[in-house]
């Protein structure tokens, strides 16, 4: 079957560092991606990962393990407007399909 | 602007009066894709489509149709909409380009369906 898993809830301080986790187990792997959502509007796209390791975006980074099933998006210097939902997505098939797999989300609350 | 659009926004509806929510890109994307989003499940793809006249079944089909005749449009039918279809609906898209490369996809604004 297909399985991704994130924690469902997490806060943070303004200011600080956090670090939000994704584990998966699909039957295929090309490739895993990062959405962020607030509340009641549409995912908007943060990063992409296919091969082992960091990719950093300004105060954004995603870490990606092939070999473990699992990656991690940071988010640093934290501020009020990052709150939303964080939704980890692996794109599982091959061919000419972009069909993606999403985890439940992470719902992140900054706090002052 | 590069935009996937959406409408309506908002349905309040009553169980087996048939609907139709639109969606339309202007990125000229091959690929296009319905999602239901439900708390607690994420989002789950409905029925997704490759190019013009190209459709499949997602994870959740089930009450669900689709067509694709033309690039820009995948419209989502509900023939006889009854309340568990009650949900967010996100319509998305991206470039056909393979799967080997960035390709990320572009959601429209969501449609909040309820069916009484």
């Known amino acids: 079957g297909q399985n991704i898993d994130q924690p469902t809830e997490m806060t943070a301080t303004e200011g600080a560092i956090v670090q939000i986790n994704c584990t998966y187990q699909t039957s295929g792997f090309n490739g895993l991606f990062w959405y962020q959502q607030h509340a009641g509007e549409a995912p908007t796209f943060l990063s992409y990962?296919?091969?082992?390791g960091l990719e950093e975006k300004g105060r954004f980074s995603s870490f990606l393990s092939r070999s473990k099933g699992y990656s991690y998006l940071l988010l640093k210097e934290l501020q009020m407007k990052d709150s939303a939902s964080y939704l980890c997505a692996v794109r599982a098939y091959g061919g000419a399909t972009n069909k993606l797999i999403f985890g439940t989300g992470t719902l992140l609350a900054v706090q002052p | 602007e590069a935009q996937v659009t959406q409408n309506p926004r908002y349905l309040i509806t009553v169980t087996g009066k048939k609907l139709t929510v639109t969606c339309s890109q202007n990125?000229?994307?091959?690929?296009m894709s319905w999602y239901r989003q439900d708390p607690g499940l994420g989002l789950r793809q409905i029925y997704y489509s490759m190019n013009v006249e190209v459709t499949d079944k997602g994870d959740v089909p089930e009450g669900y149709k689709v067509s694709r005749k033309e690039k820009r449009n995948f419209p989502l039918i509900l023939e006889s909409p009854s309340p568990n279809q009650t949900s967010l609906y996100f319509c998305?898209?991206?470039?056909?380009?393979?799967?080997?490369?960035?390709?990320?996809?572009?959601f429209g604004p969501g449609t909040r369906l309820t069916v009484l």
């Open positions: 990125m000229n994307h091959e690929y």
């Open positions: 990962n296919v091969l082992d």
């Open positions: 998305a898209s991206s470039s056909g380009e393979g799967t080997s490369s960035y390709n990320e996809q572009f």
